[in-house]
């Protein structure tokens, strides 16, 4: 089902039809499939080939909660009072259960609600251990930010040759700013 979904996505044997991509996700979604309920939520949460309803977007995301890029999905959208009222603790829960499954995207977001200390108390320490854990996950942000948490210090001893190595590390996979940095640190 969410192969057919695709070829109305990409007009594989079939001409090009969102509204038709959006009803097998449904069904795949119905039948059981995480990932239809996913797809189907991003369509809502962006406004591709549906009306954009983040409300939606959020409750489809609930209906797939078991699977890790659900739970971070829905700690995003709490996070940003999108689809419902900002809340940081709810956020963090679901960021926590993302980063526990070995969500990469998850680790890096929690990594960021400790550097920041959103419905927890401010913990450098905690921050560069989850940046790490996403960073080794390959999460380019997750990269970028243990390099910042080095380059300033914070949470770890301060060291040069650790942030230009995991600038590197977020350049390569494509972050510009990652570049800029490692560049200007050699």
Partial sequence: ????????RDGNGVPQDQAEQARWYRKAGEAGFASGWLNLAGMYENGTGVAKDEAEALRLYRRCSEASSCMF?????SLNGRGTAQDDAEALRWFRKAADLGYAQGMDFLGWMYAEGRSVARDDAEAVRWYRKAADGN???GAYNLATMYESGRGVEKDMGEARRWYQKAADGGDQRAKEKAAALK
């Fill in 1 to 8: 089902m969410i192969n057919v979904a695709w070829a109305y």
């Fill in 73 to 77: 999905r829905i700690g995003y959208l």
């Fill in 139 to 141: 999460n380019i942000d």
